[in-house]
C-alpha cells in the first residue's frame, strides 16, 4: 500500500513563496505520473501541475509562470515550488500519483496567502 505524505503549507504573505513536497512510502513505481491538485472552501478539487517520468510538465493557466513542479528520481518524491503567491491561491493542496493500475492521494496540506 503507498501512501502519500505532504509537507510544506502554511500562511505566507501575498507576493511570497512556499514549496510543498509529497514522498511516497511503501513500495516505490516506475513510470508514474504525479500531480498536484487544490480546493479552496467551497470550491471543486481543480488541477494545478503534472509531471511525468521523464520530467515533461504542464500547469493549470492560473498558476504557470508562477508555479513549477518538480521529481526527485528515483524516490518519486514531488515538488512544488510556488512563487508570487496570491490570495487566491489559499487552498487544501493535494499531492496525486498514478501508476498503471492504481491511483493515490495525499492527505493534503493548507496553504493560506494573506493580502
Known amino acids: 500500500q503507498v501512501q502519500l505524505v505532504e509537507s510544506g503549507g502554511g500562511l505566507v504573505q501575498s507576493g511570497g513563496s512556499l514549496r510543498l513536497s509529497c514522498a511516497p512510502s511503501?513500495?516505490?513505481?516506475?513510470?508514474?505520473?504525479m500531480r498536484w491538485y487544490r480546493q479552496a472552501p467551497g470550491k471543486e478539487r481543480e488541477w494545478v501541475a503534472m509531471i511525468i517520468a521523464s520530467g515533461s510538465q504542464s500547469y493549470a493557466n492560473s498558476v504557470k509562470g508562477r508555479f513549477t513542479i518538480t521529481r526527485d528520481n528515483p524516490k518519486n518524491i514531488v515538488y512544488l515550488q510556488m512563487n508570487n503567491l496570491r490570495p487566491e491561491d489559499t487552498a487544501v493542496y493535494y499531492c496525486?500519483?498514478?501508476?498503471?493500475?492504481?491511483?493515490?492521494w495525499g492527505q493534503g496540506t493548507q496553504v493560506t496567502v494573506s493580502s
Open positions: 511503501g513500495s516505490i513505481f516506475s513510470n508514474v505520473v
Open positions: 496525486h500519483l498514478q501508476t498503471t493500475s492504481a491511483t493515490y
